[in-house]
């Protein structure tokens, strides 16, 4: 035999029951409730939920706009990061060419002699 208990209505599902209903049953809620009450109820968990999704897609989408932020600066990082080392390695190309050291550590720099223009 195939287990009905959830469509059987004989059977007693407490997360089934609205609260106004399992309340006045445990004898906390000394008036039972009216259908207008429990309508009311229904709507105003649909509201809730409803705000809820809202709030979570406004969440999904800040942070896709935080992460292309961050993507953004991350990639002017790099940006600046690459040009401040190619800056470097021409300082470096320069100091190069040029003779430094005294002594036995001399080391004569590059000399590239230039055409002069006639006049």
Same mark, same amino acid.
């Given at each position: 035999m195939a287990d009905n208990s959830?469509?059987?209505?004989? #059977? +007693?599902? @407490?997360?089934?029951?609205? #609260?106004?209903? @399992?309340?006045?049953?445990?004898?906390t809620r000394t008036i039972a409730p009216t259908i207008q009450e429990l #309508? @009311?109820?229904?709507?105003?968990?649909a509201l809730v939920q409803e705000r809820a999704k809202v709030l979570d897609e406004e969440w999904e989408q800040r942070k896709l706009e935080l992460q292309k932020i961050q993507d953004d600066e991350q990639r002017e990082a790099e940006r600046l990061t690459a040009i401040e080392s190619a800056e470097k390695d021409k300082e470096e190309a320069a100091k190069s060419?040029?003779?430094?050291?005294?002594?036995?550590? +001399?080391?004569?720099?590059?000399w590239n002699p230039t055409s002069t223009r006639k006049r």
């Open positions: 959830e469509n059987d209505l004989t #059977v +007693f599902h @407490q997360n089934k029951l609205p #609260v106004q209903w @399992q309340a006045w049953l445990r004898h #309508v @009311q109820e229904e709507r105003r968990r060419t040029r003779p430094s050291g005294t002594g036995d550590t +001399f080391s004569p720099g590059e």
